[in-house]
């Protein structure tokens, strides 16, 4: 719609940003949640996902606990100096790894491998409420 020439703003699509090296669940992943609308940038390793996470702002930050260079919570760790304003949410195939990932500062939730597609859609959603009212309650400080 446009109102003297000037196109009405569509609002911004969340984005999030998944990291784990099974290409075969990063697909699963971005299907799932691209259908529920979500930009999704993906990574199989720490190195590409801290190189995504310095060039775009993430509202959630997906990353599954075992992988060959570094957990799940170690790159979170790597990640929040560069993505304070995202909700970090831990990916397990290992439930007994769920309690320990649950210690991780700024950790928002450990989801278990596999998912049930509404709980991660429902999560995500949670997320992204989260970083708008951070965002909100920076802007009116």
């Given at each position: 719609?446009s109102?003297?020439?000037?196109?009405?703003s569509?609002?911004?699509?969340?984005r999030v940003?998944?990291v784990?090296?099974d290409?075969a669940v990063l697909?699963a992943?971005?299907r799932?949640v691209t259908s529920a609308?979500?930009?999704?940038?993906?990574a199989v390793n720490?190195?590409?996902?801290?190189?995504?996470?310095r060039?775009?702002?993430?509202?959630v930050?997906v990353a599954?606990?075992?992988?060959?260079?570094?957990?799940?919570?170690q790159?979170?760790?790597?990640?929040?100096?560069?993505?304070p304003?995202?909700?970090?949410?831990?990916?397990?195939?290992?439930s007994?790894?769920?309690?320990?990932?649950?210690?991780?500062?700024?950790?928002f939730?450990?989801?278990s491998k596999p998912?049930?597609?509404e709980?991660?859609?429902?999560?995500?959603?949670?997320?992204?409420?989260?970083?708008?009212h951070?965002?909100?309650a920076?802007?009116?400080?």
């Open positions: 719609m109102f003297f020439g000037l196109r009405a569509t609002p911004q699509q969340a940003l998944y784990d090296d290409p697909r992943f971005a799932t609308g979500w930009k999704v940038d993906l720490a190195e590409t996902a801290l190189k995504l996470a060039k775009n702002s993430y509202a930050v599954d606990h075992h992988m060959p260079d570094m957990t799940g919570e790159l979170i760790a790597q990640l929040r100096p560069l993505q304003q995202a909700s970090y949410v831990v990916v397990t195939g290992h007994d790894l769920a309690v320990a990932a649950c210690k991780t500062p700024g950790l939730v450990v989801i998912w049930d597609s709980t991660l859609l429902n999560i995500l959603t949670a997320c992204k409420r989260r970083r708008s951070i965002s909100s920076r802007r009116s400080a």
